[in-house]
């Protein structure tokens, strides 16, 4: 990244897709069932069982054969010795003479020779004889063996997101652990000696970190294992010692703070001598940025801007792809939706404009409110608002009934 000419300022696109080129994918084994949800597969799961897995009772009822019961009917029951009771994991008989009825529970193997089952309510449920008053089907009320899935079959292929429906189907069928990408482990560092842990009491010029958990909540939500390192005052060398000290735990690093033409600019200060690149992006807000690679591990780190709403837009264009790269998980970007404008919004020539809005459904479709201000320290705003109108760089003014292009920030993709 150093290449890159720091007084140029960088499209958000070529900013990306820098970032994007120099991430790569953590390597795949094997986790359990729960780690793996929400991450891609990396494998086909293929069944190695059959499900059913053997032929079984639908219903509590009788085992019976076919023959011996079809021509029970109302006024002209029949009359059967019960053999034996079969629960589902309980054992009991595996086979049934002709002319004979085992009781059998929903879930319980069918004992060989008998093809059907018939349900109590049929029954007088007699326990040394049973009275049958009415006839099943031949095989009804029987799960046949390989009904659901073969042996062989792909349960869930690669690239698959394991939902719950997946997670419980392979391990139905066995499995208790599948080939997925790591969550990639994130680590959040706040800087500035104006900020407060949430909770404690402020001086005059102090404010509360709301941005360590901003990030650390959008990364967790992006599917990151995340340490909320909190605060770290505007000091390189205690910025650099906090840095190194988590750079063991980490797969990416995010900072927030110190990246712009202050005094106190700790981050710029303390990275760019390592070959950080720090420079300019063509979007609003959040066109301070860095990006590069720190430590032994070559850990990438991204040093975001302050302001609370920059650092959040800055996530969610450059942090948020890179940690979906890391597990695997397409599109890296999330897609853009079309809406209506509902009221006009100007934008600065040449930088890309990312509009807190609220988007929603009426009568004539989707619709973008825009919400608030365009200041990039309006938290309250950005709270409100549920997507991003993405206004092109070229694009000054939009006008209201527009179609414009909207990032739905709580949607998943
Ligand atoms: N002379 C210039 N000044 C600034 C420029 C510029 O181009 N020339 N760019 C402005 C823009 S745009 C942004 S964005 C900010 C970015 O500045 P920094 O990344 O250095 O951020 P700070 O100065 O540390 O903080 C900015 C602002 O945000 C508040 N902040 C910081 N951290 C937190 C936190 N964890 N929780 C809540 N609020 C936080 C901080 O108190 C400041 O108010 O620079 C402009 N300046
Ligand atoms: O770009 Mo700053 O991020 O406008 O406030």
Do not use: C
Request: no cysteine; aromatic share 4%; hydrophobic share 40%.
């Amino acid at each position: 990244m150093a290449d890159a000419p720091p007084d140029r300022l960088l499209s958000v696109d070529e900013h990306r897709d820098r970032i994007l080129a120099s991430i790569r994918s953590l390597t795949d084994f094997p986790q359990p069932l729960m780690e793996a949800l929400g991450l891609p597969l990396v494998e086909d799961v293929v069944a190695e069982v059959a499900l059913p897995s053997f032929d079984n009772s639908a219903m509590d009822g009788y085992a019976v054969r076919h023959a011996d019961v079809a021509a029970a009917g109302e006024g002209s029951p029949v009359h059967l010795p019960v053999v034996g009771e079969i629960g589902a994991g309980q054992g009991g008989p595996t086979q049934l003479a002709p002319g004979t009825a085992a009781k059998i529970m929903t879930g319980a193997p069918v004992p060989a020779g008998a093809d059907s089952v018939v349900p109590y309510e049929w029954t007088d449920r007699g326990a040394e004889t049973v009275r049958i008053d009415r006839a099943p089907a031949p095989g009804q009320h029987i799960r046949p063996e390989g009904d659901d899935v073969a042996v062989g079959d792909v349960l869930v292929s690669a690239g698959t997101v394991l939902g719950p429906r997946h997670l419980g189907l392979i391990a139905a069928a066995g499995r208790a652990t599948v080939r997925a990408r790591p969550r990639p482990r994130v680590v959040v560092l706040s800087t500035g000696s104006e900020l407060r842990d949430p909770g404690s009491a402020l001086d005059a010029d102090s404010i509360y970190d709301g941005n360590s958990f901003l990030l650390a909540a959008a990364a967790r939500r992006a599917g990151a294992i995340v340490y909320r390192v909190g605060i770290v005052p505007d000091h390189p060398g205690e910025f650099l010692d906090a840095l190194e000290d988590q750079l063991s735990r980490a797969d990416l690093v995010v900072t927030s703070g110190g990246v712009s033409q202050g005094d106190f600019d700790v981050v710029k200060a303390a990275l760019a001598p390592l070959g950080v690149w720090f420079g300019g992006i063509r979007m609003q807000p959040g066109k301070p940025q860095g990006f590069g690679h720190v430590g032994e591990r070559q850990i990438p780190i991204f040093t975001l801007p302050g302001n609370p709403v920059s650092s959040y837009v800055s996530f969610e264009q450059f942090v948020l792809p890179a940690i979906r790269k890391m597990m695997g998980r397409t599109p890296y970007v999330r897609p853009t939706v079309a809406a209506r404008l509902t009221r006009a919004i100007s934008s600065p020539e040449g930088r890309r404009q990312m509009v807190r809005a609220e988007v929603g459904v009426d009568a004539s479709g989707v619709y973008a409110a825009p919400v608030g201000g365009h200041g990039s320290h309006l938290i309250g705003d950005l709270a409100s608002s549920n997507a991003l109108v993405v206004v092109p760089d070229d694009v000054t003014e939009v006008a209201a009934g527009e179609q414009v292009q909207v990032l739905r920030l709580d949607e998943e993709f």
